[in-house]
């Protein structure tokens, strides 16, 4: 498979991560798909230093695009057209008096690619190193079964064609003897008869020997196919339903689609040696033939079997998506548009060369419950399914552009049905219908994706969201629709590796025990044993946290958004715990040195904040711990969290600011935790002659402290603007904004 092929198949982590590459112009992204197998087949690490030879691959990516322009004129692809006439102007521009600068472009972005790839395979073998051996083992059983079957096709091809020449041989004399019947003697009549009633007594053994070892190849066949629908396939499937809430799992469908492939093969070979069996049974028969009596029987347990490998091998490879929720698929918005792609992992080089149209539609067999909402599919809801690469590439039909519009109805609500059911509860499938024909045989197949929740507005997607994380936590069955009319009890070893999931796809770190156990003591209260722990559905997304007006998961849901937009690198990099109660950072501050602080969660910000908390030790030894009220997106939107932390200042006494944060628990040096992090201001200010004033951040100490024994959990602080005159010399420092406006 070419190198572009392989990326476009990757998931879509690693195919933004493409779309970010090809942002230039100069080297558009539509270049590289219409010429990608020109493009891969040109050597440009050598012309990066080779002047003849960069002005020669120059030359030809122009007559290519050129090629490519012709080509669309022929098909009627008007803006395709005008696209390509652009991209050729621009590159003559950029690289008509340099063309090695193209060559080490074009270098460069193929590098990058082949990273990118790279990262697929390790992050492919990261997340299979735990159940590789019991992997390795199964499936190497696999391959020992489908190398049995294709040497089994073989020996009964061979057996065939031994039994046909047999055959021939026993025809030709048979009819010499009749021609010499008249001529012969009595005696030279029944010797002769003889002969050939030895022969056909031998024929008869060989046929039998013969629909033996058919009838062993189809029950071996059966067995493998078992192994794979059974087995490989459900499996794909459950680890589908894990990947579209997160899991680190393996869905490539290559290794089943060989499996599918060689199965559909080896029984197609089957098929027409069985429809050789039956010409031979024309020409020569008698009574009890076993290729009269058994044939028609194996010729049926091939149709039945090539029938269940064929329509179980019709998957749903890319559930539905919209485009700029790609963390988030099955949440899909009206009038919002959304891809999907089903697949089917039987590769016959024939049946690639034929139109197979699939076509999508919604709610096949929806419940029929009052007020429960029905939906048109709009856009090209009929694809035709091609390979994506003639060779290699499976056969798919890639639906990119899809839209639901809800059916109007004057009975009942949006959510009215009769379960129950609120709009972010309501399970609704898309199915794809196609017909095969191949071999005179006719499949209609038929697959459907996983049920999607439908919404129409934005402030529905984080519900929707929880709906899709607990269905597919919970249950593999696609046509129970109704499942959130009475959803099950969530075991906390279920729940907590899903929680998990939440941060390890949308960042670089996934949650640790303690920080799931913080969480657990959130949800169950403080106790030993939160593995036989329950959850309802309604504790987790739609009741009220104790004392909050929102959810627990939309509270976690806050704390995530939080992560990826302002505090990603700090997040990945472990400096922030995080997920901590009060109880257990009192415990870890109270024995560190003054100045030790961390970073954790607050739980009373329902769109997400972030604190920190240090110890002081009063004279008497004993520890004060002082946290400062949380940060939100309010906040951090204008300063980064490492400048807060950089300039954070306490009045001390008779109004003296000092630094309270020295060390990120346990013993890091604050700089030496967050300095890669720090923004430099003073490039370019040298010459200014005015001082600069900054606002930075002060927080009161209380006038008395309360003693350590009547503390609670902590005492907050709150911070105050100072504005201050400062030297050329502290340009350095930033601005620096309240958090408590």
């Known amino acids: 498979m070419s190198q572009w092929e392989a990326l476009k198949q990757q998931d879509t982590k690693y195919l933004e991560q493409l779309d970010d590459l090809y ?45 490519q322009y012709s080509r669309f004129i022929q098909e009627k692809k008007f803006v395709c057209q005008h696209n390509f006439k652009r991209y050729r102007q621009n590159m003559q521009e950029c690289y008509g008096e340099d063309p090695v600068l193209l060559a080490k472009v074009v270098a460069a972005f193929l590098k990058q690619e082949k990273m990118i790839l790279n990262a697929v395979v390790e992050d492919q073998q990261t997340v299979l190193g735990k159940t590789q051996p019991m992997d390795s083992e199964r499936h190497q059983d696999i391959e020992q079964k ?40 009595s005696q030279q009549v029944e010797e002769e008869m003889k002969v050939l009633q030895n022969m056909l ?46 899991a680190p799992v393996d869905v490539c469908l290559d290794q089943l689609e060989n499996w599918f492939t060689a199965n559909a093969l080896c029984l197609f070979q089957v098929k027409r040696l069985l429809k050789k069996l039956e010409e031979l049974g024309i020409k020569l028969t008698y009574d009890k033939d076993p290729f009269k009596t058994q044939r028609p029987d194996l010729e049926k347990r091939v ?75 709009l856009g090209t809801y009929t694809k035709a ?71 129409s507005n934005a402030s529905q997607l984080l519900s929707g969201w929880a709906s899709v994380v607990w269905y597919n936590m919970l249950c593999s069955d696609p046509k129970n629709l109704l499942f959130f009319s009475s959803p099950p009890l969530a075991p906390w070893s279920q729940l907590s590796e899903a929680l998990s999931w939440q941060f390890s796809s949308n960042t670089k770190r996934h949650l640790d025990a303690d920080q799931l156990n913080m969480l657990a003591e959130k949800l169950f209260g403080a106790q030993q044993k939160y593995a036989e722990c329950c959850i309802t559905w309604a504790k987790f997304s739609k009741e009220n946290l104790p004392n909050q007006n929102f959810s627990f998961w939309l509270w976690l849901q806050g704390i995530l958004e939080l992560i990826k937009k302002y505090l990603e690198d700090i ?90 944060l020295l060390y990120l628990y346990p013993d890091i040096p604050k700089d030496e935790a967050f300095g890669k992090y720090y923004s430099d201001s003073q490039a370019g200010l040298q010459n200014n002659k005015y001082l600069r004033t900054r606002l930075i951040v002060v927080s009161e100490r209380p006038s008395t402290d309360i003693p350590a024994e009547e503390m609670v959990d902590e005492c907050h602080l709150e911070d105050e603007y100072h504005l201050e005159d400062i030297e050329i010399s502290d340009l350095m420092e930033l601005l620096a904004t309240d958090p408590l406006t």
């Open 23 to 67: 942002q230039d112009e100069n080297f558009p992204m539509a270049v590289r798909e219409y010429l990608a197998h020109w493009i891969e087949t040109q050597d440009w690490e050598k012309a990066k230093t080779n002047y003849s030879l960069a002005t020669i691959h120059y030359q030809n990516l122009l007559d290519q695009i050129n090629i």
């Open 146 to 185: 489908i190398t049995g079957l294709r040497n089994g096709v073989q020996a009964c091809e061979q057996e065939l064609k031994f039994l046909e020449e047999q055959q021939d041989e026993f025809d030709f004399k048979y009819k010499t003897f009749k021609f010499q019947e008249l001529n012969s003697s």
């Open 201 to 246: 007594n031998i024929l008869d053994n060989n046929r039998k020997k013969v629909i033996d070892k058919f009838s062993e190849f189809l029950k071996e066949a059966g067995e493998l196919l078992d192994t794979l629908v059974k087995e490989e396939l459900a499996d794909w499937k459950r680890r589908q339903q894990k990947a579209c809430i997160g």
């Open 303 to 377: 149709v039945t079997l090539l029938t269940c490998l064929i329509k179980s091998a019709f998957v749903v490879e890319n559930q539905p998506c919209m485009p700029v929720q790609s963390k988030m698929p099955l949440v899909l918005r009206t009038s919002s548009q959304f891809s999907v792609k089903p697949r089917l992992l039987v590769k016959l080089p024939e049946v690639g060369n034929h139109l197979i149209k699939v076509k999508a539609c919604i709610d096949k067999n929806s419940p029929n419950g009052k007020g429960y909402r029905k939906f048109n599919i």
């Open 385 to 455: 399914m091609n390979m994506m690469e003639s060779k290699f590439g499976g056969l798919c039909a890639d639906f990119r552009h899809l839209q639901l519009k809800e059916q109007k109805s004057g009975i009942g609500g949006k959510g009215s049905n009769e379960a129950s059911l609120i709009v972010t509860e309501e399970l609704h499938v898309i199915s794809f219908e196609t017909e095969l024909v191949h071999q005179e045989l006719s499949f209609v197949l038929e697959t459907c994706t996983l049920p999607v929740v439908i919404i």
């Open 571 to 660: 997040w990945n990099d472990g400096n922030i715990i995080g997920f901590l109660s009060k109880r257990r950072e009192r415990s870890l501050l109270k024995k560190m040195p003054t100045g030790t602080f961390l970073l954790r969660f607050s739980e009373s910000c329902k769109d997400g904040g972030i604190t920190f908390s240090w110890v002081e030790h009063l004279p008497n030894g004993e520890p004060k711990i002082r946290s400062v009220q949380p940060y939100t997106k309010n906040h951090l939107i204008n300063i980064p969290l490492s400048e807060i932390l950089r300039f954070y200042k306490v009045m001390a006494d008779e109004n003296v600011p000092e630094h309270p």
